[in-house]
Nanobody
Framework: QVQLVESGGELVQAGGSLGLSCAASGRTFSRNAMAWFRQAPGKEREFVASIGWVGGTAYADSVKGRFTISRNNAKNTVALQMNSLKPEDTAVYYC???????????????????WGQGTQVTVSS
């Protein structure tokens, strides 16, 4: 059974930093693009960042320069380092795996087949 499990979400003050991790099990994702999305209360799930199977990255404009996505294929994990956090970053953060192999990722939510349960990030002002 394929599973993605996020961890690392917590309450943090504005301006602070937080690191999220996503651990995959059931199969390797080393040849799949991976992504982070987030969903704030009352809003649609939105793209945050993605990393392709060869490591190319893409970011939403709202997080560019503050967030960094990375992957460790040996551990089957993907991470999201978040710096200079703002209250508007408050959301449940989800990890997702691309259904296709050898892709570069991107913001299209429909391309991602496997999803985690999410981890709550709350940024206080």
């Amino acid at each position: 059974q394929v599973q993605l499990v996020e961890s690392g979400g917590e309450l943090v003050q504005a301006g602070g930093s937080l690191g999220l991790s996503c651990a995959a099990s059931g199969r390797t994702f080393s040849r799949n693009a991976m992504a982070w999305f987030r969903q704030a209360p009352g809003k649609e799930r939105e793209f945050v960042a993605s990393i392709g199977w060869v490591g190319g990255t893409a970011y939403a404009d709202s997080v560019k320069g503050r967030f960094t996505i990375s992957r460790n294929n040996a551990k089957n994990t993907v991470a999201l380092q978040m710096n200079s956090l703002k209250p508007e970053d408050t959301a449940v953060y989800y990890c997702a795996g691309d259904r296709d192999l050898f892709e570069s990722g991107g913001p299209d939510r429909s391309r991602y087949e496997n999803w985690g349960q999410g981890t709550q990030v709350t940024v206080s002002s």
